[in-house]
């Protein structure tokens, strides 16, 4: 790994003030009602600020970064690729890149997903997802069947199909309500993760797809871990029946792994825990280690032949960007990157890590849950999370978290070490006492 360069802007005022008049950030209003922290750089485990700090980022960028920042044999594929070309039209046209990164996406996924569509975004590869299931339908003479069975607490995405999915009172697209398509929902999975299951766990959604047979295309989840809906951890033996009863009432299982994909949870795939596969399944966020924007959805030879038999003969959808060779090349560094080692020993060492020092938080004035699976530390607390407050803290010990609502939580580099880990839990403990102090303080 390259050793850190210390940055420092003596403009950083500057910055943060041209930040604030021309950019919008993600899930928030313009201008800003709090200023984004500016970073110059970033290597290993660290992100260099502006003002000369270096923090932890225990985000990993938003969950994609699982190999760290600059690591040399991703900096050396995006080099050779550059030498060779940036980008090429994916309309009748191919390149080794793409080749190489679907085969290894083949090779690495649950049994029988064949074929692989290269997307732009995790959303763009959920949009991908139904719009197969739509037209593998179509092709199977049931165009009819054009609605989506998900449970509630989901999310999938920020694009319409996709927010169409998500839990529709509790997510962030309530808003959209009128123009979406309209889906059918269950309630959220249960038991959680560790819990006994039994059938009555899906006696709603096996009554739901009864209730519309004929009219669903397919059930889409999260695989065992509801991400960005609520950070929740539910039983594999959920999962496990709802393949189960997909079989049954004979619709297609979409698995949305974008965020538990590549031993994220413990295992390479959500699914594995289950021991199922999918008949369709969209990647992203780590697939090129988080150096490139790209995701893929995968899919069944039979799910393929269904899209080709339809009255378009094709699957209607074509990204400018799909395939990116710069994108295809360092995915593929990254998947070797990964599969080189014993990826999943270093996940369980970070589960024990965040175990042992975010257990100690259950019980603490404030918080009504704390829960770890393979590299997510999740602390749930009673009350929303004041951001400015929450921020400060963290930055002042040194690492990056990005709070939202009642959750406060880690999904960091798989290269963390021992002491990054225990930096984590730490300042996620010094939230909590925080959070807790201000709580106590009686109104004026």
Known sequence: MPSPTPLFD??????????RRRVWHPYAPMPATTDAVPVLGASGTRLHLADGRQ?????????????????PVLDGAIRDQLDRMAHVMFGGLTHPPAIEVCEALVDL?????????????????????IKMAIQYWSGRGRPDRRRL??????YHGDTLGAMSVCDP????????????????????????????FTSSHVAELDDLLLAHRGEVAAVILEPVVQGAGGMRFYSPDYLAAVRS??????????ADEIATGFGRTGTMWGCDHAGIAPDIMCVGKALTGGYMTMAATLCTPEVAEGVSAAESGALMHGPTFMGNPLGCAVASASIRLLTSHS????????EESLRSGLTPLQGAPGVTDVRVLGAIGVVEMDDSIPMDVAQQVLLDRGVWLRPFGRLLYTMPPYVCSEPDLDAITAAMTAVVERVGERSARPAD
């Open 109 to 129: 996924a649950p049994r029988g997903l064949e074929h692989v569509f290269l997307a732009d975004s995790g959303s763009v590869s959920i949009e991908v997802a």
């Open 245 to 254: 009863l997909c079989d049954e009432h004979d619709v297609l299982l979409i």
């Open 343 to 350: 990826w999943s020993d270093t996940v369980a060492a970070i």
């Open 55 to 71: 923090v932890v980022d225990g985000m990993s960028s938003w969950w994609a970064a699982i190999h760290g920042y600059r690591h």
């Open 149 to 154: 069975l998900t449970v509630r607490s989901g």
């Open 169 to 196: 009172e509790n997510g962030m697209h309530h808003l959209f309500a009128d123009v979406m398509p309209q889906q059918i929902f269950a309630a959220p999975p249960t038991p959680a993760f560790d819990q006994p």
């Open 10 to 19: 003596p403009g950083v005022t500057d910055l943060v003030e041209r930040d």
